[in-house]
């Protein structure tokens, strides 16, 4: 049974800096791209970032290019979102996903096969 389990929300200030984890089990995710998404209270999942098992590239929202950084560590099938300079309007329950195609550009929610719980992010002003 496939399972993705964040953790690594909480509550920070503006301008602070949180990492989010992504622990994923189950069966063999080398072929898959792995994505973070968000949703605030009122509004839709939006993407966030997205990368491979394997290779470098990464995709990311405008929303957040240049203030988060995924990566991701194979030994231990765990996806990180490193995310700094934080801003209230960054508060919202954060999802990690599962794309069994493999394609970073996926932006759509509905790509995406598998899902985590979500954790927390509240940014405080």
């Known amino acids: 049974q496939v399972q993705l389990v964040e953790s690594g929300g909480g509550l920070v200030q503006a301008g602070g800096s949180l990492r989010l984890s992504c622990a994923a089990s189950?069966?063999?995710?080398?072929?898959?791209?792995m994505g973070w998404f968000r949703q605030a209270p009122g509004k839709e999942r939006e993407f966030v970032a997205a990368?491979?098992?394997?290779?470098?590239?990464?995709n990311y929202a405008d929303s957040v290019k240049g203030r988060f950084t995924i990566s991701k560590d194979y030994a231990k099938n765990t996806v990180y979102l490193q995310m700094r300079s934080l801003k209230p309007e960054d508060t919202a329950v954060y999802y990690c996903?599962?794309?069994?195609?493999?394609?970073?550009?996926?932006?759509?929610?509905?790509?995406?096969?598998?899902w985590g719980q979500g954790t927390q992010v509240t940014v405080s002003s």
């Open positions: 990368t491979r098992w394997t290779g470098t590239s990464a």
């Open positions: 996903a599962a794309n069994r195609l493999g394609r970073i550009g996926a932006e759509d929610p509905y790509e995406y096969d598998y």
């Open positions: 189950g069966r063999a995710f080398s072929d898959y791209s």
